[in-house]
């Protein structure tokens, strides 16, 4: 089984930064795709970004491009979601998920462990 854990999320102003990490344990956790979604109230969830299990590969949601940068270090076994420029339209609670498998895609549906989630508040 495959443990996720998201951190760093909180409440920033506008134009402000943060960076969240999602740490894997368990078992498989080494070198699998991680993703990164998020969902905001009375919105479906969507992707944000996905890393390859290398991390060769990376993806990012039209929203998030120029703005987050995401990265993986393996050996902490820990995934990074930088997010610069924040706007208020990037509220919602962030989650990691892995999968089976070390292609990067940031479709849901292909994710197979999720965490728990983390509150991202954007607001002056």
């Known amino acids: 089984q495959l443990q996720l854990v998201e951190s760093g999320g909180g409440l920033v102003q506008p134009g402000g930064s943060l960076r969240l990490s999602c740490a894997a344990s368990?078992?498989?956790?080494?070198?699998?795709?991680i993703g990164w979604f998020r969902q905001a109230p009375g919105k479906e969830r969507e992707g944000v970004s996905s890393?390859?299990?290398?991390?060769?590969?990376?993806e990012y949601a039209d929203s998030a491009k120029g703005r987050f940068t995401i990265s993986r270090d393996n050996a902490k076994k820990t995934v990074y979601l930088q997010m610069n420029s924040l706007k208020r339209e990037d509220t919602a609670v962030y989650y990691c998920a892995a999968r089976r498998g070390s292609a990067a895609t940031m479709r849901a549906a292909q994710y197979d462990y999720w965490g728990q989630g983390t509150q991202v508040t954007v607001s002056s």
């Open positions: 368990g078992l498989s956790s080494d070198y699998v795709a």
């Open positions: 890393i390859s299990g290398w991390g060769g590969t990376t």
